[in-house]
């Protein structure tokens, strides 16, 4: 199932990012490729992270996303 329709990241590509040792949505971009564009997988990315033991500790890095 695609998660991140702005750059076409599956579930299991980030589950595979996480599995290499990403442990932040700036680390799964840079194992994947791509950057935040509108922000909307970034909370279904979180939960995969969490389920796979990373954390959003290190968001710093990521900007220009739409406030909800
Ligand atoms: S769906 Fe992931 S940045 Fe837009």
Redesign the pocket.
Known sequence: MI?????R?SESAIRQAAGAGASSIDHVFEHCG?????????DF?EEILDSAGGSLASMSGITGVPAE
């Open positions: 998660i991140c329709i702005c750059n990241l791509g950057s935040v564009n509108c922000g909307k997988c970034l990315m």
